[in-house]
């Protein structure tokens, strides 16, 4: 199994979820965190006042961020080099393939995923629900919530203790069309 992840989170400005206003990684290898990366993303679509409440980021703060198109010349070969792990995965992922789709990137037909808030469900069956703040919180992990450089170190701390309580993660993992923006069975 690659023993490399990447942690990832994404925050959308409306909820059309194809495009992204920021976006965060954090790469996990051998047990340890070895890169972070966050950035504003400019969508160059609409702000939902909702979104704009829920993560902070307006649309004047991301009017000269980068496009997704300039930031996947170097986060692409990132995301590719390792298994993507998010919380409630199938959310970030579909966000990913709607966003290289509407920009007509080209990537993997497919790729592999894991999703640290199903492992949670498993490793801490007890808590009231395994939302990524509630977690976070109960391990003592610093967290600023919607912060998409800050939830994705949470995930990956998250990942690193399911690791060291002998979680296997190859229980977890899930292979996600990127065409269809869906996990194939």
Known sequence: MNNRFIAFDVETPNSSNDRMSA????????GKIEQRFSTLVNPETYFHPFNVQLTGITPDMASTAPTFPELWENIGPVMA??????????FDMGVL????????????TTTIYACTCRMGKVCYPALENHRLNTLC?????????????SDSEGCA?????????????TRFLR???MQRSRTLR
């Open 23 to 30: 976006i965060g990684i954090t790469v996990v290898e051998a």
């Open 81 to 90: 080099s390792g298994i993507l792990i998010a919380h409630n995965a199938p």
């Open 97 to 108: 393939s709607k966003c290289l789709r509407a920009y007509g990137i080209p990537w993997q």
């Open 137 to 149: 919180h109960h391990l003592k992990i610093p967290l600023d919530h919607h912060d998409a450089g």
């Open 157 to 169: 701390r998250l990942l690193m203790d399911y690791l060291e309580h002998g979680l296997d993660v």
């Open 175 to 177: 292979r996600y069309d």
